[in-house]
């Protein structure tokens, strides 16, 4: 028996409207995506009657969803989604308090050089990084690479290198995933959540999507699944999904024949 669920759902951006929901008893919610999107393509084609109602449309989600699993399963359905990973916050050009973070980025692997003969990653500081382990983050399986002690201390280059709470190591660690597909589209979701233009899209998901768990939690009173079995909690999410579209649907109404 799984104590403990929690629920997801997609909704549209313009008016709330929940239009694909499931409730999951896992930690990893980013293992539901393809389903999800199935969800979402399904109900919206008996909503349109269009046999590709995403053809057009963005998917956006948050970091938790990022893995190259979730983004080839998008690229096989022909759909556009923008997912950004785990740390692409720290690569923008501004943090919280608004001070510029340009030339203070940390190293990432595209800052190390391969040496493919020694099967070995060099440091910006021309130090080596040899192959340790393989590993598994963030549900991707890779292979993990690590400097020594005596090269990193003293190093110009640690504040960019190595995190804070990691001094005490001394050492720097690459995890470079194993590609299992011809196209490595984690990459080039990196380089496109980098562009302003992708950014600002992204930036919506906040407002489509929080202020309809808001909704849900805290002005509906609905803050925790009170039924057991999937089946049942599955039941129990749905409804309160359609209780929070019944309200979106007649508060359209009310602004529709508004005088």
């Not at 998008?74 to 997912?83: D, H, L, M």
């Not at 380089?191 to 930036?203: A, L, Q, T």
């Not at 929080?210 to 939690?217: C, G, L, Q, R, Y």
């Amino acid at each position: 028996m799984i104590q403990g669920y929690n629920g997801l759902a997609a909704a549209d951006g313009k008016n709330q409207v929940i239009v694909a929901a499931s409730a999951y008893g896992s930690a990893a919610e980013g293992l539901y995506f393809p389903e999800m999107v199935d969800k979402i393509a399904t109900n919206m084609k008996e909503i349109t009657g269009n046999e590709e109602p995403l053809k057009k449309a963005i998917i956006l989600a948050d970091t938790a969803y990022f893995s190259e699993e979730n983004l080839q399963e998008a690229k096989q359905r022909n759909v556009e989604v923008i997912i950004p990973d785990q740390r692409f916050r720290q690569r923008d050009e501004q943090l919280t308090g608004g001070v510029h973070r340009k030339g203070n980025e940390r190293f990432d692997a595209r800052d190390f050089k391969y040496i493919k003969n020694d099967d070995t990653y060099i440091c910006p500081n021309g130090k080596r990084l040899e192959y340790k382990s393989s590993a598994i983050l963030n549900t991707n399986r890779g292979r993990k690479y690590e400097s020594k002690t005596r090269d990193c201390r003293g190093c110009p280059w640690f504040e960019k290198c190595i995190r804070s709470h990691s001094k005490k190591k001394n050492t720097r660690t690459l995890y470079i995933p194993i590609l299992q597909y011809e196209e490595n589209l984690s990459q080039k979701m990196r380089d496109k959540i980098d562009n302003p233009k992708y950014k600002k899209i992204y930036s919506r998901r906040m407002q489509i999507i929080e202020p309809v768990f808001a909704d849900i939690t805290y002005c509906k009173g609905i803050s925790r699944f009170t039924m057991r079995s999937k089946v049942k909690v599955d039941i129990q999410w749905l409804l309160y999904c359609i209780v929070h579209n019944i309200g979106k649907c007649c508060m359209a109404e009310r602004v529709k024949y508004a005088v």
